[in-house]
């Protein structure tokens, strides 16, 4: 069970790590404004949490939103841990991300498990 989590966190990770290194050279060599790498950003944290719940509820056997909350939950806890360490202020903006995470993990999820069956 811990194994399938970690590959999903892995491919989520991943894809963020890439991505962020990809928006940040097109940032730097001023192809994209900060308005527009932020949105992209945003854009690519939600498809990788998306991409990563897929891989899980397609290694699940049932009740895949229930996967997607709790893929959902370890991430922002995780996030609220660094959250308070590094920035030490908890605002609007952040509920409303944290939310976004888990509508993301959530239908990724529930899609990944009705692909698995067909």
């Known amino acids: 069970m811990i194994k399938k989590y970690l590959i999903s966190y892995a491919y989520t990770l991943g894809i963020i790590i890439i991505g962020t290194f990809l928006i940040t050279l097109l940032n730097y060599f001023n192809l994209l404004s900060s308005n527009v790498a932020n949105t992209i950003m945003l854009i690519i944290v939600i498809a990788s949490i998306f991409i990563g719940s897929f ?49 993301s993990s959530t239908f990724g999820s529930m899609v990944g498990i009705n692909k698995k069956r067909n």
């Open 55 to 103: 891989l899980l509820g397609k290694k699940s056997n049932k009740k895949g939103y229930l996967e997607g909350i709790k893929y959902s939950a370890i991430l922002i806890f995780l996030l609220v841990i660094i959250n308070l360490l590094f920035i030490k202020v908890f605002e609007i903006k952040s509920l409303v991300y944290f939310l976004i995470i888990i509508v």
